[in-house]
């Protein structure tokens, strides 16, 4: 029966498809006496060569699909395999008990997984415990001559419905089969939403119930601009549907002109329209949209996607392929932001009440500064291939910032004196992301070269909302006058000093807060590579000071996110 289901629209795009529920089957296994403990054995080394096959095409696939860094994931998986003791652990239960494959493998397994789970503080432990029961699940389907959902098989092209993906499932993604992904739960900012953009996508994410209502197979229409999923559409509806999305292509066609075109408002305001970025890999998307610079260059994937501390050097690599790359186009590098719900299992972070309110970002970078300063080190090297804009993420304090810029003085001195060469036209900024350092922006000011606004957090925190949350998602509001608030008084207080301010949340590429923060000065808009082309068009329809005037208004007169989006009704914005 048809239905509509509703979710937040978390990357653009029409997607017409079956559903492929990815769910797990029943993957219990019970406790066998068995004779033939030799045929047991066999099964098992079976089971271990056939996951290992799998699980190389899956790195292979991801490899291709997203590149290095993001297969690395199941290399750790592979590694598991490869231990011998796990092998010969199982060999002996089977062989000393009589019992089944499937059942001594669990046995083993659970040993291995007990043993690094009780080492707490060790998230390395932790993550190689999670990578035991990821593999332990694959093995074990074998055995049981199950089917594992696996999202790198799909051949055919579906709509992908699943209760969460983890960032191992969406590097797995193929593009050209995979239409659309529907999820349970997640927000516009959690990571798949953010890689759904990158892949370009549509995605609804927190939608609740899918998995549940969803039978496999069934036919979807996936509205990735609105976060609507309508399950087994009528005739009329599918028409509807095509129309819109023939629409929607249209309008990217028109974009696509736009592409080498200056962003400039329709009085003939320039401003800057630049990317985010995750890895190098990212870069040729951002010149496919027309993107005028990077506006954040989220380094910590190149902590995240592997097994140590990336060394100076590795890091120098990818800094200098995003600058040259960006052929002298700015490129702003944020400096490692790990912590929150960003986990790096080799290094000992401690376990916390609210890691977002607690040790990531610049407090780690502080705190343990040989980490930092081979990030700046690298950086600093990487200058003189582009035009670098350095970030430091979290700062809530100026000492934070002087004691950072101090730091990176200390390495750029250090570098000049072995007769290094380091550009001296770099420019040092902070992410304005913590209300403490909103309210306090007149001041860090004159102390930096440039503002970024980055409202995810700044919102998270302003509203008290944990951002991956969806029971609190009510309180993501881009247009509530208390958020619009704190970025005009950012955004004066940078002009105050001569200094541009720039946005690399989310928000920034929101086509509804565009014009207000048009109104409000903003001089870099930093989003997804694909709203690029889209913001242009927009800004390229609007006249600066009038959308002073509606900015004016909203910051005055509104009191709600409704009296603002009320307001821009009325410009018919
Ligand atoms: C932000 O907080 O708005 C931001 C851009 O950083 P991240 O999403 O990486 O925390
Ligand atoms: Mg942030």
Known sequence: MTKTLTGIAASDGFAHAPAYKLVEPDLTVSKEKIDDTDAEIESLKDAFSKSKEELQAIRKKAEESLGEEEAQVFDAHIMVLDDPDLFDQTKSVIEENQMNAEAAFEQVTDNFIQMFEAMEDNPYMQERAADIKDVRKRVIAHLLNVTLPNPSTIDKEVIVIAEDLTPSDTAQLNKDYVKAFVT??????SHSAIMARSLEIPAIVG??????????GTE??????TGEVIVDPTDEQVATFEKAAAEFEELKAQWETLKDEETRTKDGKHVELAANIGTPKDVPGVIENGGEGVGLYRTEFLYMDSNELPTEDEQYEAYKKVLEAMDGKPVVVRTMDIGGDKELPYLDLPDEMNPFLGYRAIRISLEEDEIFRTQLRA???????????IMFPMIATIQELRDAKAILEEERQKLVDQDVDVADDFQVGIMIEIPAAAVIADQLAKEVDFFSIGTNDLMQYTMAADRM????????QPYNPSLLRLIDFVIKAAHKEGKWAGMCGEVAGDQRAVPLLLGMGLDEFSMSATSIL???SLLSKLD??????????ALNDCGT?????????EYNL
Do not use: P, W
């Open 207 to 216: 939608a609740g119930v899918v998995t549940e209502e969803i039978v496999d």
């Open 534 to 536: 889209k913001t242009r």
């Open 379 to 389: 950086l600093l090297r990487a200058s003189v291939h582009g035009k670098l804009r």
């Open 544 to 553: 600066s000071k009038e959308m002073e005037a509606l900015a004016e208004k």
């Open 561 to 569: 996110q409704e009296d603002v989006i009320a307001l821009l009704d």
């Open 469 to 476: 949350n969806e029971r609190v998602s009510y309180l993501y």
């Open 220 to 225: 979807l229409l996936v509205d990735g601009t």
């Open 184 to 189: 349970d739960i997640g927000g516009r900012t």
